[in-house]
C-alpha cells in the first residue's frame, strides 16, 4: 500500500522560505511525482510536478521561485520555496501520480505580510 509521509510546511514572513519533502513507502520510484495545493475557498492546483527523468513543469504563479527535486532511491520529493507570498498560502498536498493516484495527508504553508 503507497502511502506519502509531508514534512516542512510551517509559517513565515513575507519573502522567507521554506522547503518542504515527502516521502513515499509502497510505491515505484518511477512514477510521476507533484505538489499541489489549495487555498480556502479555491479548487487544488498544481504547483509543479517532476517526472522519474527530472523533466520539470511549473504553475506560472511559482515558476522562478519554487523548485522541484526528487531522489528516486529514497523516493522522495522535495519543494524548495524562496521569497514566498501571502498568495501561497495554502495546505499544500503531495501526490504520486498513477492509476490510482496518491495523496499526503497536506501540510500547511502561511505566509504573513
Known amino acids: 500500500q503507497v502511502q506519502l509521509v509531508e514534512s516542512g510546511g510551517g509559517l513565515v514572513q513575507l519573502g522567507g522560505l521554506l522547503r518542504s519533502s515527502c516521502a513515499a513507502s509502497?510505491?515505484?520510484?518511477?512514477?510521476?511525482r507533484g505538489w499541489y495545493r489549495q487555498a480556502p475557498g479555491k479548487q487544488r492546483e498544481m504547483v509543479a510536478r517532476?517526472?522519474?527523468?527530472?523533466?520539470?513543469n511549473y504553475a506560472d504563479s511559482v515558476k522562478g521561485r519554487f523548485t522541484i527535486s526528487r531522489n528516486n532511491r529514497e523516493r522522495t520529493v522535495y519543494l524548495q520555496m524562496i521569497s514566498l507570498k501571502p498568495e501561497d498560502t495554502a495546505v499544500y498536498y503531495c501526490?504520486?501520480?498513477?492509476?490510482?493516484?496518491?495523496w499526503g495527508q497536506g501540510i500547511q504553508v502561511t505566509v504573513s505580510s
Open positions: 501526490n504520486l501520480d498513477g492509476s490510482p493516484s496518491y
Open positions: 509502497g510505491s515505484t520510484s518511477l512514477a510521476v
Open positions: 517532476i517526472t522519474s527523468g527530472g523533466a520539470t
